[in-house]
């Protein structure tokens, strides 16, 4: 609560005021700060903000960071995280090392990279918080490469500035010898160091060095055997009376202090006893305590507690369940519930929750899929036996699937779901996961065409074409099947008809087809109808057209069309002679074993120049990589 203004801090706000309103920033500032304590006026938040916006508008660091920080709190001001960033980054810009210290912590997670800038930036200016920060970055190769050597340089400088945290870290890898082989002495230096400030987890580490027979290890220092262990001690007989009197807590930090080794050796089986009885008690964090410390143990109760735990509404324990389940690991494989676990966790600002979301949003997202296909497949729908068949033919091994891909297809295709009885179809044609049976490809396939499946009239459509394996040569069929298919808009099926047409003497209906399936890009129809406009047949004779209709199918990867253009290209037939292009095109068609190609590709070799077939060359290898093809593969 501010105090009463007195007469001189009164005068010494008149006078300050008088100079912020002049636009002063450092004026406004320090208007700013009496207004936010009650300095010479009443306290008045509204009022600091305001004069502490004007001077971070003026451009003064320390207002800029000032109003971040509210605008983070929302303190006030509307709380905004987009506002906050504005002014940190300003302040920032400016070699604020504060505020580059919490640019750093904000960008952390989603941006490390940034982050490290920032922390490097502060830490430089010699900012003990950032320092560490940084060396916790070297340490875990957050944004960077991990680096252990740069990690102890930061620590130690933010050490010698007096930050505990940093003391106890030197004082850990040291301890474990993680640079240059374990250093106790050293050790021992830092840690104590860190110990007299209080640091519990210092303290705790040189009573675990003494109870281990380290030489020196004792607190020296902090009265390690006044202050430090024996208060603790004392503690301990007083938590030791007050749980064996039956209460919940003693019972619970009891258990704390066996297994953190507080004042006592560390001992997991009486932890776990002491946890236990203050669990069955109801104590929220003795359940979640002991799930966890199960789980390290590989005990199996660690699911009850945390479900005990998590009912209770601990947000830590939604948490773990959430993780458990997600990965089948002591409960079952549940991605669902594991979602939802997180979610709970999440709305209450669990920040690893929230990142476990963001990881499923980001990849997760099939499993989840996956989960609830299953489930739907196991109650019989057919259409999510054919979604979960489909993916498990892209991504083998999915968890929790007692049948394979053709299993689900099969149960779907029964039901009468078309896609799965295409598939079954192409299955038994081409002897994929199940024997060749051309008669049950032939079922499947009519099952699915005559519920419209545009790729089993398709299919259907060339086996008509073609004939063989017992099927008769049946072209009025073929035909009917590629215009069902072509009338949904089957862009293959409409080139195919092309192909009939030409093969029954209907030239111009050939080409009416092909015209159409080429304004879509289909391979097959460009070359066909490149050769057209060659041959005049059809359509009148257009070098030019057909020019252009065969390099788009080369484009495409059509290895005739590819092998007609290189030969183009060689003799100047409609096109501008160009070795180089003609090397090119064959190349490319003979790797796809056309033999006319390999054999115009030996007569071209000995007509061109050695720079002409290597450049050519070079541009087959430019083409495998970039061209529209190789970016689709």
Known sequence: MATRPTAKDKRVFGETLKSARLGAPDAQYEVGLMYANGIGVEQDIGQAVHWVSQAAKRGMAAAQYLLATRYEAG????????????????AADQGHAKAQLRLGVLYGRSHPEQAVQFLRAA????????????????????????????????????????????????????????????????ALGWLRKAAKQDYLAAQVAIEKMERDGAPGAGLRGVGSRKAG????????????R????????????????????LGVDADNASARYWYGVSAQQGHAQAQLALARLSEALGAPDAYKWYRSAADAGEIEAQFALGRMHSKGAGAPDDPLLALELWAQAAQRGHVQALVALGHWMDS????????????????GDAEAQYALAQQLDKESGLAGSHFSPFEWYEKAAHQGHPGAQYVLGVAYLKGQSVGKNFKQALKWLLLAAEQGDARAQWNLGKLYTNGGDGLKRDLKLAFQWFQRAADQGFTAATSNLGILYALTGLPERAVAAWELAAEKDDPEALYNLALAYIKGEGVKKDESRAVSLLCRAAELGVIAAQSR????????????LDPIESVKWLTLAATGHDQAALANLERVSTLSSLRHILEGQRRAIEWKKYSLLGAER
Request: aromatic share 8%; proline share 2%.
């Open 123 to 186: 830490a430089d200016s010699g900012l003990p918080a950032a320092q560490y920060a940084l060396a916790n970055a070297y340490r875990r190769g957050d944004g960077l490469d991990p680096d252990l050597l740069q990690a102890l340089v930061w620590y130690e400088a933010a050490a010698r500035q007096g930050l505990a945290q940093a003391q106890f870290a030197l004082g850990e890898i040291k301890l474990l010898g993680l640079v240059d082989g374990p250093d106790l002495s050293g």
């Open 242 to 261: 007050a749980a064996e009197g039956g209460g919940a807590d003693a019972r619970y930090h009891l258990g704390l202090m066996y297994e953190h080794g």
């Open 565 to 576: 253009l290189g030969l183009m290209y060689a003799t100047g037939d409609g096109v501008v």
């Open 364 to 379: 997760g997202t099939r499993k989840v899929s996956t989960a609830c296909y299953r489930k739907a497949a196991l109650l």
């Open 75 to 90: 303190i006030g001001v509307a709380q905004s995280a987009h506002l906050a960033m504005l002014w940190f980054s300003k």
């Open 229 to 240: 262990v024996q208060e603790r001690r004392r503690k301990e007989d007083r938590w030791i």
